[in-house]
């Protein structure tokens, strides 16, 4: 059974920045894919980020692109998201996601993964 939680959300101004942790429960496999989705009112499902299972594939949605930073630490079962110079609409839960064995990066962002975290909310606002 995978387990994913999510910390690190919280309410930020403009322009500032967070980092978003997930973490796998022991003896997740960590040859998935792991990603970052987010939830937002106008887009719904929106994909964020993925990262392949050894770090070397990573993929970025454009509207992030340059801004935001996903990376893993398979040692520790752990998944993160920096997130730099953020705008209002990026205000949304966001949510880390699990699936595709051996697969690249981008392949995330065309599924839907089998395991999900609960969301951690991340609020853009002055």
């Known amino acids: 059974q995978v387990q994913l939680i999510e910390s690190g959300g919280g309410l930020v101004q403009p322009g500032g920045s967070l980092k978003l942790s997930c973490a796998a429960s022991?003896?997740?496999?960590?040859?998935?894919?792991m990603g970052w989705f987010r939830h937002t009112p106008g887009k719904g499902r929106e994909f964020v980020a993925g990262?392949?299972?050894?770090?070397?594939?990573?993929y970025c949605a454009n509207s992030v692109e340059g801004r935001f930073t996903i990376s893993r630490d398979n040692a520790k079962n752990a998944l993160y998201l920096q997130m730099n110079n953020l705008e209002p609409k990026a205000t949304a839960p966001y949510y880390c996601?699990?699936?595709?064995?051996?697969?690249?990066?981008?392949?995330?962002?065309?599924?839907?993964?089998?395991?999900w975290g609960q969301g951690t909310q991340v609020t853009v606002s002055s």
């Open positions: 996601a699990a699936d595709l064995p051996l697969a690249p990066a981008r392949a995330m962002r065309s599924i839907t993964p089998r395991y």
């Open positions: 022991e003896g997740t496999d960590t040859t998935y894919v």
């Open positions: 990262i392949s299972w050894s770090g070397s594939s990573v």
